[in-house]
């Protein structure tokens, strides 16, 4: 077994889901997860898709976008016009969340090179953590659940354990619930509850913010079952889709201070 110090513990891929255990905390942008799709295709070094996603990867972090949900597309027509979605945690600021997006942008595509389609995520071991995806049709809107990738604790609670379960499964439910049924661009809930004696859990989830209600309730309820394959008995947990994710610890995580965003949505094109 790896030192607690270690980031990176155990990684099984296959072609459709991804476990990825990181442990450790850092100041620095650090890849978490990142697939590049095997059977999707791929484009060739002078390929128009290749023009068209590297402009759009370069100009996506420039866009304003102040609430933390970019989706934008480049080029024409089906395989070379360029769609990419970045989420950010809604906790994050308008500067961290361009920088992650940035960052996640120049390192996807190195690490994917000639690939159509690609999803990381990234994040500091803080409050900062973003996903970048892109693609050569339309991904905009649309609830997609796989692959899915699981990122935890290595402790476990020895104490309470079925109290512990039923609280956790029970607020994320809730959440779930809350995140759905708000308006985009606010599909994220946060809160708190408690187990037993100090012990508290606390949790954050988040759709695209381009979902419907009923997807985005959909995507986390798919999430949520996925429990006892990720997390069931541990300290802390995280389950991410290219839709939706959730996460839970027994310390707070994310910043009281989260603010709703005002504005919309609307998926656009870069020029």
Do not use: W
Not at 38 to 60: E, I
Not at 108 to 130: E, M, Q, R, T
């Amino acid at each position: 077994m790896a030192s607690s110090s270690s980031k990176l513990l155990f990684f099984l891929i296959s072609p459709f889901f991804v476990h990825f255990l990181a442990l450790g905390a850092t100041a620095q942008l650090q890849m978490l997860y990142h697939l590049c799709y095997p059977n999707a295709g791929n484009y060739t070094t002078n390929s128009p898709y290749k023009a068209n996603l590297n402009h759009l990867l370069n100009s996506l972090p420039n866009t304003r976008r102040d609430y933390g949900f970019y989706n934008f597309s480049y080029g024409q027509n089906f395989p070379n016009k360029a769609y990419a979605i970045g989420i950010c945690r809604p906790d994050m600021d308008t500067k961290s969340c361009r920088n992650c997006i940035s960052v996640a942008s120049k390192k996807l595509i190195s690490l994917c090179p000639n690939f159509y389609l690609a999803i990381a995520g990234f994040d500091d071991g803080g409050s900062n953590y973003c996903m970048l995806r892109y693609a050569n049709y339309n991904i905009f809107r649309l609830m997609e659940n796989a692959p899915y990738f699981f990122v935890y604790s290595l402790s476990n609670i020895t104490e309470n354990l079925v109290k512990f379960k039923q609280t956790r499964n029970g607020l994320l439910k809730r959440l779930n619930s809350v995140a759905a049924a708000r308006g985009s661009p606010h599909k994220y809930a946060v809160g708190e509850e408690l187990v037993s004696g100090i012990l508290r859990v606390y949790a954050l989830v988040q759709c695209n913010y381009d979902l419907s209600e009923a997807d985005c309730n959909r995507c986390l309820d798919d999430t949520i079952t996925l429990i006892p394959e990720c997390c069931d008995n541990r300290a802390g947990g995280r389950v991410i889709t290219p839709s939706c994710s959730f996460r839970y610890e027994l310390s707070k995580f994310y910043k009281s201070s989260i603010e709703k965003p005002t504005v919309s949505a609307t998926p656009s094109t870069v020029s």
